[in-house]
């Protein structure tokens, strides 16, 4: 079992960039299917970009494709979202999540194990 901790979050003007991180904790981290989702005030959680065991799949949402990336480090325990042209719907709490013994997934039933999210904010 991997506990997650995000970091990076904060505030930015529309148009600016914010690069989220994930750091996991435990030894089994290379087995887990990594994704990130988002969920804004009074709406439901969704997804944002997924990556697979070695990094070398990813998928994003719509809504963020051609503007995020997705990026993992194994050695690091770590996953990364670099965000680039950023908009005000993009204003969320955003989740770190795992799903082990998963190769790739985008299923938010697949994760069981998530960060406690980090906030983004972005205003125009």
């Known amino acids: 079992q991997i506990q997650l901790e995000e970091s990076g979050g904060g505030s930015v003007q529309a148009g600016g960039s914010l690069r989220l991180s994930c750091t996991a904790s435990?030894?089994?981290?290379?087995?887990?299917?990594m994704a990130w989702f988002r969920q804004a005030p009074g709406k439901e959680r969704e997804f944002v970009a997924a990556v697979s065991w070695s990094g070398g799949r990813t998928g994003y949402a719509d809504a963020v494709k051609d503007r995020f990336t997705v990026s993992r480090d194994n050695a690091k325990n770590k996953i990364t979202l670099q965000m680039n042209g950023l908009k005000d719907e993009d204003t969320a709490v955003y989740y770190c999540?795992?799903?082990?013994?998963?190769?790739?997934?985008?299923?938010?039933?697949?994760?069981?194990?998530w960060g406690p999210g980090t906030q983004v904010t972005v205003s125009s």
């Open positions: 999540a795992g799903a082990g013994l998963h190769y790739y997934t985008e299923s938010p039933n697949d994760f069981r194990t």
């Open positions: 435990g030894s089994t981290f290379s087995t887990y299917a």
